[in-house]
């Protein structure tokens, strides 16, 4: 298992880990106004507390796992999209494909947050939950999976295993899961976590414009409120600063990850000194 | 649809026209996608967004004039510039017939200016910020990847390019609180937000243009440092493969001077993918500035879609996407059409 | 004119140390046309970097010399290995397909080179450039054209064109005809033959089919697992071939005469682990005891006529 696999699982799976144990890890509730306000970290409070008198470290630790969630949701809703309409826009011809061709081309040139928060910004904030949120970041989402399923099947399709395949008279749905979706696996694992990583920036964004769900806690929202409270004009640094690092830690973690799984599952030349 | 009108202009006409006639359609059609989407999501809702705003001005202001203005006829000029109470067909034409004149209505949030005022007034530094740190980025990031190709498999490719991996990964609005709160707040070197000083008036001055400049470094820096890594690792990966290829052999073989091959065998061939990246990459880049213009209260698009958005002035985000649609698109006609001129190949 | 002694071309890896030129010399005299023939993976594309200078990392030239009108290549500094690049030494290369910078012109690139190594002016040049595409029989319409807008064999003639725009004294081609089809092949050989015919160019013609090689040389030298198997004039070569590589090579060219064609039994080594003693060995039809133990070194049987293998002492 070389380096980088090793270090980004490790940053991943520790970020996870908070998250699914957030209940048993948060040390208080996260409702308002239960401690004092502005507390710089201390013994009883790790993280400090916020503006509005919630501990900070549970507050943080309760947004990973709302982040995640809505960045799992979301993601896997767009590479399971992205994957079909992948495969449809590379493999087949046909009026159908080539309009999926376009949209996806489409979609990839577009803005797509400013039409993101025209959308979130229209809906009731009230009728906007994790899923919806996580559904309409899919919704724009999709494209960018189906490009890279879509790059992907089309290089393979060029190569000659599929053509003896259709030689031997094998039928669509079964070249499809016989001969190359084996060869496809690793990418759909690459293309998911990026489709998460991507949802949760997208999703943080739109929390940060305070658009995210109106009673729910992501870390997201949990940095739109050190910016109604001026957080980092007063210098808390325990308040903005986690949800931040964490955030990133995350990414590099998963940028870490795809490059040590790309490392292993494509066996390529072992490198040569000099390069 | 699109390929049948591709086929109609196969016929006798020079190569290099095909492309750019296809690139406006291209163009053309995406922009109508965007118009479109825009004029359905309001009308997706069983009450229409729009609706419910004009019915909110008639009852708040209704009964008063402010400033002359009667807003019952405002309302009802609206009404029907919009055809809400006619059949969707209708309506849609006249949307995009208003869409083509730039014509985007009354905003509801600061009754009584047009939409286009206000789009007016916070465009101008957008674009401003947007292009001058993606002309810096891209460039610089050109450059450097060029440098570190030559210097693959050093100290210095390993560390710089990790680096510039991770800070690439990092979006624009966290870099943008951290760089506020480090060089804001702890060090007071720059201006935690705003586009001017407080007493500073816009016009071609100094003055201006100076504190100008000071207040655009931060965010121009969010932007820049992510998506520096971005090109230069692309352009290294770009060179490094050149590096490889028949013709620079050749123009070794040929006793050329560095300095020669590098301008002409290297750079010139490197940047074709390089110029395509950058259109790929404006749709996005776009998207994160208009976070990180709101994370500074900055005077550009996105401090006005987050105002609207609070407001809900439907009319003004509407018109924010499509002004940024519209931005995003243009800027990558003119991308396509650089590269024409610089890939022979396109030109048949 | 050349004389290359002992030459190691090296590439290290983490699997190790592959010897892909392991130990090769030889003599090429003026006016000569010198070929060089063997199977794919034998080491004479390699060679041919290695006397120009070329080889890319992560290979390199462990050791020996190439002696170039009295210099050695090998230790020369940059800018004086420059200064007889394309004006004496030049090199007609394999790959023609990409061997043209896709977005120069083709006049473009042949100035370049003679503006490199002269004070002449760009008119000066063109004029020269236009010269040298008529002698391999290519308009001046060329000259203004990209390379995607020319056929392989027209990219071919012009890389010729080009390494003798500055008339230079030695040309190596390496497989220049390769990947053309028949007619374009006699095309281009023709131009090559005259190049020292009318110009008095030395050319080293690297090709692994026996039949140009057969039309082109004066002398021919086989190479074989990195090292020279066997040196002489092209007509005693095919006529009377001592090494036993040689003669199966031979009889694997097709002919009219021919009912049967032999190919060679086994597969060819990798230059990783060489086979000891003789490297041809384990392929041999006449192999002896000796011949897995000791390596035969090459040796003058006659006059210009050098075999390296133990049936000949």
């Known amino acids: 298992m070389n380096l980088r696999l090793a270090v980004g699982f490790l940053l991943v799976i520790s970020i996870v880990f908070l998250g699914v144990f957030a209940p048993w890890i948060a040390l208080y509730p996260t409702d308002m106004g239960l401690f004092p306000r502005d507390q710089k970290p201390s013994l009883s409070h790790l993280l400090g507390t916020d503006s509005i008198g919630r501990d900070i470290f549970s507050m943080l630790v309760h947004g990973i796992t709302a982040t995640l969630m809505v960045g799992a949701m979301a993601g896997s809703l767009s590479t399971m999209v992205g994957v079909v309409t992948g495969f449809v826009a590379a493999y087949k011809g046909g009026l159908v494909a080539e309009l999926l061709r376009r949209l996806i081309d489409i979609f990839l040139v577009i803005p797509v947050l400013p039409l993101l928060i025209v959308l979130s910004g229209t809906l009731a904030r009230q009728n906007v939950t994790y899923f919806t949120l996580a559904l309409i970041i899919a919704i724009f989402g999709w494209p960018g999976a189906a490009r890279n399923i879509q790059s992907l099947v089309l290089s393979l399709k060029k190569r000659e295993f599929v053509d003896l395949a259709k030689l031997s008279n094998e039928r669509d749905p079964e070249i499809l899961f016989k001969e190359i979706m084996p060869n496809m696996l690793s990418y759909i694992g690459a293309t998911f976590g990026m489709q998460v990583g991507a949802a949760m920036v997208t999703e943080t964004a739109l929390s940060l414009m305070g658009l995210g769900p109106s009673n729910a806690n992501t870390m997201g929202i949990m940095l739109y409120w050190t910016r109604q409270f001026a957080a980092i004009t007063r210098g808390m640094w325990w308040w903005f600063l986690p949800p931040a690092l964490v955030l990133i830690i995350f990414f590099i973690g998963l940028q870490l990850l795809n490059m040590g799984l790309d490392e292993v599952f494509n066996p390529r030349l072992k490198r040569v000194t000099g390069e | ?348 | 004119m050349l004389r290359v002694e002992d030459l190691r071309v090296y590439y290290d890896s983490v699997l190790g140390q592959y010897k892909v030129v392991d130990g090769v010399s030889l003599e090429i005299k003026e006016k000569e046309i010198y070929g060089i023939s063997g199977e794919s993976g034998c080491g004479k594309s390699t060679l041919a970097e290695a006397i120009l200078r070329l080889v890319k990392p992560p290979g390199y030239v462990k050791s020996g010399k190439v002696i170039f009108e009295g210099v050695d290549i090998v230790n020369l500094k940059e800018d004086e290995l420059r200064e007889i690049r394309w004006k004496e030494l030049s090199y007609i290369p394999q790959g023609s397909m990409n061997s043209l910078n896709p977005v120069l012109k083709v006049e473009e690139q042949m100035i370049d080179a003679i503006t490199a190594h002269s004070q002449m002016s760009k008119i000066e040049a063109r004029g020269m450039s236009t010269e040298a595409l008529k002698t391999v029989g290519l308009s001046t319409k060329v000259l203004g054209m990209y390379p995607h807008e020319l056929s392989g064999g027209m990219k071919q003639r012009v890389c010729i064109a080009m390494s003798v725009t500055l008339k230079p004294l030695f040309v190596v081609a390496d497989e220049p005809v390769t990947a053309l089809d028949v007619t374009t092949q006699r095309i281009v050989l023709e131009s090559i033959a005259e190049l020292r015919d009318k110009f008095g160019v030395t050319i080293m013609l690297i090709a692994h089919d026996m039949a140009v090689q057969a039309e082109m040389v004066d002398k021919l030298a086989i190479m074989y697992a990195g090292k020279i198997m066997e040196i002489g004039s092209v007509h005693e070569v095919f006529e009377d071939p001592f090494h036993p590589y040689t003669k199966c090579l031979i009889a694997s060219i097709p002919s009219m005469e021919k009912t049967s064609i032999k190919g060679i039994p086994g597969i060819a080594p990798s230059p990783l682990y060489w086979p000891p003693g003789c490297r041809f060995h384990p392929r041999c039809p006449q192999a002896k005891e000796i011949c897995g133990k000791n390596e035969p070194q090459l040796c003058e049987i006659k006059n210009g006529r050098l075999v390296a293998c133990h049936l000949f002492g």
């Open chain 2, 1 to 348: 649809m699109l390929f049948l009108i591709r086929k109609k202009i196969d016929v006798n006409i020079s190569p290099i026209c095909q492309y750019l006639v296809k690139k406006l359609v291209v163009f053309c059609v995406t922009l109508w996608f965007a118009v479109t989407i825009n004029f359905v999501i309001p009308r997706l809702y069983r009450v229409n967004p729009i609706e419910q705003q004009l019915r909110a001005l008639e009852m708040t202001y209704g009964y008063q004039a402010i400033e002359g203005i009667d807003i019952k006829k405002v309302v009802a000029e609206t009404r029907a510039r919009l055809g809400l109470d006619q059949d969707m067909f209708t309506q849609y034409v006249s949307y995009l017939i208003q869409m083509f004149k730039f014509d985007f209505g009354i905003s509801y949030g600061a009754f009584p200016t047009p939409v286009v005022e206000l789009i007016s007034y916070y465009l101008p530094y957008s674009l401003g910020l947007l292009f001058t740190t993606l002309i810096i980025s891209w460039s610089l990031g050109v450059l450097l990847g060029v440098f570190i190709a030559f210097k693959r498999g050093s100290k210095i490719d390993s560390t710089l390019t990790s680096a510039m991996l991770f800070l690439n990964r990092i979006p624009f609005y966290i870099l943008a609180l951290i760089l506020i709160y480090l060089l804001g707040y702890v060090f007071s070197i720059f201006p935690m937000s705003g586009t001017y000083g407080y007493h500073v008036v816009p016009g071609f001055n100094l003055t201006f243009i100076s504190s100008l400049i000071y207040h655009s470094t931060l965010p121009a820096l969010s932007i820049l440092l992510v998506s520096l890594g971005g090109w230069m690792i692309m352009m290294r990966s770009t060179v490094v493969n050149i590096l490889e290829e028949d013709y620079l052999t050749m123009a070794k073989a040929k006793g050329l001077r560095k300095t020669t091959i590098i301008k002409r065998y290297i750079f010139r061939n490197a940047l074709l993918p390089q110029v395509t990246g950058l259109a790929m990459s404006l749709g996005h880049i776009l998207g994160g500035s208009l976070i990180v213009e709101t994370v500074f209260a900055y005077r550009g698009l996105g401090t006005l879609l987050a105002w609207a958005v609070g407001s809900g002035d439907t009319f003004v985000m509407q018109a924010t996407f499509f002004m940024s649609t519209f931005a995003v698109l243009t800027a990558n006609l003119i991308v396509d059409l650089t590269y024409a001129l610089i890939d022979p190949r396109i030109r048949g």
